[in-house]
């Protein structure tokens, strides 16, 4: 099926399953345990072995000695498996870092070396008899001595390196109000709670791989060139993912060693990465360095903006592009917006939960809350005064949908914005200092090709494959949802099976396109049903309905049962009118803050996001999204610190008890609100994602109301204690 102009009039127009608050259909399973997480499979291969991986002790350099005959001669011991006597395995387009094979070192904890035992402890205790030399060599760990050095690199989420408009120079330089400061944000793990974790089975030339992947098809084609072999030859199935936030986006050693593990032992081998490894070993988000330079006329409407910023990476690696919302939020003729990257030899920076945005807002939206109290300008009215007709970025393009207005003006009612005192530090509850922020927010709202295939029983039953997956988000609720409008039948009349490679391609869980292209998808396959059915019927599809278990066209009626069994399969591709526009999704963040006058602990007391993507499509899972995004942009701007140790190369904390993050008691009530939006040229659902803007400003708004409450500006992410106890007002 082929969207290639704005939907007019679709079969989802008038809902009654989509938008509707659902419960998720897979939360049973998950809620009494039977839901099958992938190292918790133990029926769907018989034989399974253990794997353990051993990690590399240096940043960077070469193995010298491997010592394995300790290792091999251990109790339960079936295979060893190590660098120094293996090949380096493929390369593939979705990662940097070498995943296994050879004597060369590119970062600390790189795998090299698994054994494979009859028990989890026997492969754990022989890893531990492997001893290995090396021969180190110097590397590159702080992002702030080599930033001198950084060259222009690709953003990773928009297709320019560097855009310039008009003259940023000299427009900053002329403007009557300027603004010049820098922020920064360190490294950050994914820290998700289902560690990587693969299970894997060779039978004659095919692989089968039970897996956590966020990516099916992603994942399937990448493992073939890391293994050279056919992709046709290779199974992933996916079903239910403990977490992922882009960590499990791609393939990690550990599906690359139970492949070879399973090779080496003829039999199964699972493997779940070891929570130390999976800082070390897998990707995090790079630390970053954000200069924004603002320029304004007197009233505060900007007339040059500048964004720069500077992050690191392993050789081929992205950057952590934190200027890719300042392209789109806020009008000027004059803009400089760069993405800088330089050589680190810490472990593989990749993509995060908002990759490049999440971060970005963090330095952008607290550099429009200085220069609004420079102008004497309440934060919200400055940027409602510098709202753009057209992308500013790219003025060629018009807003497909946007209602950043909207989301400020009703946040602030909602909020009791009216009731903020300017002056910082003039609100007190007792011992904490009270303050309010707020921060606009953009996320992209991309959208890619879907496919999936929709079968109907002759029972009137409903069952939707496709590869997509659900990574805690709602995947299998709003595609159950999804196909029940569409073929008009009950929601319990709908079964879902997600995450197997043998299924149609879809988009995959994200960049905050997963929902909007997934439901493309299954809507395609479902328009191809309906035609099939009507057919079938001697109706007209174009003019038939579909409900409540029924076909009706004119005064024909019919059993749906009557038309099963029949299957469909559809696809959802794009026209380049979408070209002309800028998709995006918007939010206004608010949050309320407590700082204690005496120690500096920060306490949310409160937050709210207004925001607009477009129809939802389960309010209630969207509002989930929403709200957990909202406590990792929590995490972000008060607490998460990847600490690296500049003198060896690796992440210090590299566990749940070193690396904070946001627990119940850190997170006070939060509110969230969609605006009644549709946007006719993202799909026929006109439905966006919503994900990623949930993380996108609230931190900022953290920070701004931090300096409200204190009148302390804190610029050097998270904001600890540390920073602020020393230059808190009096107590007295």
Known sequence: MKFDAPAGKTIVDDPTVIGKSTRRIDGPRKTTGTAPYAYERHDVVSGQAYGYIVGSAIARGRITAMNLDAARKAPGVIAVIAATETEPVGTSPFNTAPLFGGRDIAHYHQAIACVVAETFEQARAAAALIRTTYDRDAGDYDLAKVKDGAKIAPGWSVPEDIQRNGNFAEAYAAAPVQLDQTYTTPDEAHAMMEPFATIAAWEGDKLTLWTSNQMINWS????????????????????????????????????????????????????????????????????????????????????????????????????????????????????????????????????????????????????????????????????????????????????????????????????????????????????????????????????????????????????????MTDIGTGSYT????????????????????????????????????????????????????????????????????FEGG?????????????????????????????????????????????????????????????????????????????????????????????????????????????????VHADIPHQEVVFLDTLDDVISPLKAKGVGELGICGPGAAIANAVYNATGVRVRDYPITLDKLIDKLPDVA
């Not at 050693?253 to 139970?258: G, I, N, T």
């Not at 469909?568 to 407590?594: C, K, R, S």
């Open 220 to 467: 399937k084609r990448a493992l073939a060139s890391i293994l050279k072999m056919p992709a046709e030859n290779i199974r992933l199935d996916s079903p239910f993912i403990g977490g992922g936030f882009g960590g499990k986006l791609f393939i990690r050693a550990d599906a690359v060693l139970a492949a070879l593990g399973a090779k080496a032992a003829g039999r199964p081998v699972k493997i779940a990465m070891q929570r130390p490894l999976m800082f070390n070993n897998a990707t995090h988000r790079p630390a970053t360095i954000q200069r924004v330079r603002i320029g304004t006329d007197a009233d505060g409407r900007i007339l040059a903006m500048g964004h720069e910023c500077w992050s690191g990476n392993l050789p081929g690696g992205s950057a952590e592009n934190g200027a890719a919302q300042t392209r789109a939020l806020y009008s000027g003729p004059d803009n400089l917006t760069v993405s800088y990257i330089s050589r680190l030899d810490l472990p593989e920076g990749n993509a995060m939960r908002a990759p490049g945005e999440a971060v970005g807002h963090l330095a952008l939206e607290v550099a429009m809350d200085e220069l609004a109290e420079k102008l004497g300008l309440d934060p919200i009215e400055f940027r409602l005064r510098n709202e753009p007709e057209r992308m500013p970025g790219d003025p060629s393009k018009r807003f497909s949908g946007r209602h950043l207005v909207e989301c400020l003006r009703e946040g602030a009612d909602r909020f009791g914005w009216s009731a903020r005192q300017s002056r910082p530090a003039s609100v007190r509850d007792g011992r904490w200092l009270v303050g309010m922020g707020v921060a606009a927010g953009y996320r992209g709202a991309p959208i890619t090709k879907s496919a999936a295939r929709v079968s109907l029983d002759n029972a009137g039953r409903v069952r939707v494959e496709t590869d």
């Open 478 to 545: 709003i595609i159950a949802q999804t196909a029940a409008e569409c073929i008009g039948v009950p929601l319990d009349q709908v079964r879902v099976d997600l995450g197997d490679s043998r299924s149609p391609v879809s988009s995959g869980s994200g960049g905050q396109w997963g929902a909007a292209s997934s439901t493309a998808g299954v809507y395609a396959a479902c328009v191809e049903l309906r035609r099939m059915v009507a057919e079938k019927f001697g109706m007209n599809a174009d003019t038939a309905r």
């Open 550 to 662: 029924r076909v009706v066209d004119g005064k024909t009626r019919r059993r749906l049962a009557e038309a099963g069994p029949l299957s469909a399969e559809g696809q959802m591709d794009y026209g380049d009118f979408q070209n002309d526009y800028d998709m995006g999704t918007y939010a206004g963040h608010f949050a309320e803050v407590g700082v204690d006058a005496y120690t500096g602990e920060v306490r949310i007391r409160r937050m709210l996001a207004v925001c607009d993507a477009g129809r939802i499509l389960n309010p209630l899972s969207a509002r989930s999204q929403v709200i957990g995004a909202m406590v990792m942009s929590a995490g972000s701007a008060l607490m998460e610190d990847l600490v690296v140790d500049k003198r060896f190369g690796f992440f210090v904390n590299h566990d749940l008890a070193g690396y904070e993050v946001p």
